[in-house]
């Protein structure tokens, strides 16, 4: 006799038909081991599922389980030695639908709130001198993927001054479920007001321009009678006026 009598997959026991011998369960992702447990009808009939046996009528064996299906043979041989009789276990891990972080880095500034899986909106604010911020999310379940900015899971992103919003989207392993969270990173304004240059149509400036330096003088002949007077900003973002008027290049009459 080399007929199994009982089928059991932790505490379920798979209803088992003589003439079929082939059986299929369906477990949730969170699965990742499972006990089976054979038993023969003669209790003299040897075991055997993936390489362990066992002589005494009956074999529990722990199976690590891959996602996706999962075969396993279980073979009876009888008494005899000679009859066998296998029994074929599919067993379906389904694919996670896990799309959560477990994990938010960046490399400037300090996340707000801290970070927690649950938690989708976060900001963070820099100095105007972070023209840049890398991004780093790691995924809950390893088949995850990640997406920063619509690229990968570790992204430099340049900022504007302002409000910059970053898309993290966690696509899970089952391809369909997805999660977003949201970065929302504030770059200062810029504080400089200097001036990048200075120049004049005429004459020398004195002292010679320095960014720090706010006075300057300049000597024409007499004859002169207009002076073309062209500056620019240190910060291309500011704002500047030349004699009251916003400009970046003024003619002065003399």
Known sequence: DANLSSLKIGTFTIPLLSNHPNHQV???????????TATAFDSLAAINIEGKLSSTGTLSYQANLD??????????????????????LTIVRLTSTDASLKGLTINQGTLSPTFSANQEMYTVQVEHAVSSIQITASPTSDGAKVAVNN??????????VGETTI?????????????????TVMRALSEDGTLKNLTVSEGTLNPAFSANEENYMVQVGNDVTTLDIAASTTDSQANMTINGNVTTSETIAL
């Open 67 to 88: 996602v996706g299906r999962n075969i396993i043979p279980i073979v009876v041989t009888a008494q005899d030695g000679h009859t066998k009789k296998t029994y074929t």
């Open 167 to 183: 898309p993290i989207v966690v696509t899970a392993q089952d391809g369909k479920t997805q999660k977003t969270y949201t970065l």
């Open 26 to 36: 369906t477990v949730g992702n969170d699965v990742s081991m499972l006990t089976i």
């Open 151 to 160: 690229k990968t899971s570790s992204e430099t992103v340049e900022l504007v």
